[in-house]
């Protein structure tokens, strides 16, 4: 599987933007799709994720209410739709993949593919 994410820009805070992860190689209707983000000078972290069956969501506090992760399989792309950004979401997201997954779907060694990530950045 291979995943390009897109849709990172620069944006003023408050603002809003989508970004996108298609999928190639093969259908991600069996893959469960996370999205994690890495600031410069910091670790990886998660943000969100969506199962395989598109049934459950799972969110990081920090975004909880402000991001959505949906999936269209039939365009095999996930997508992550971040409203209210704030300075300190500027990082560089990216999309990652795992078949089918479980519960620990925020860890990011439970991820088998991954994109080359897009930079978003949040002006104040």
């Known amino acids: 599987v291979q995943l390009v994410e897109s849709g990172g820009g620069l944006v003023q805070a408050g603002g809003s933007l989508r970004l996108s992860c298609a999928a190639s190689?093969?259908?991600?209707?069996?893959?469960?799709v996370g999205w994690f983000r890495q600031a410069p000078g910091k670790d990886r972290e998660f943000v969100g994720a969506?199962?395989?069956?598109?049934?459950?969501?799972y969110y990081a506090d920090s975004v909880k209410g402000r991001f959505t992760v949906s999936r269209d399989d039939a365009k095999n792309t996930a997508y992550l739709q971040m409203n209210s950004l704030k300075p300190e979401d500027t990082a560089v997201y990216y999309c990652a993949a795992t078949y089918y997954g479980g519960s620990s779907c925020y860890r990011a060694d439970e991820y088998d593919y991954w994109g080359q990530g897009t930079q978003v950045t949040v002006s104040s």
């Open positions: 969506i199962s395989w069956s598109g049934g459950n969501t």
């Open positions: 190689g093969r259908t991600i209707d069996n893959y469960s």
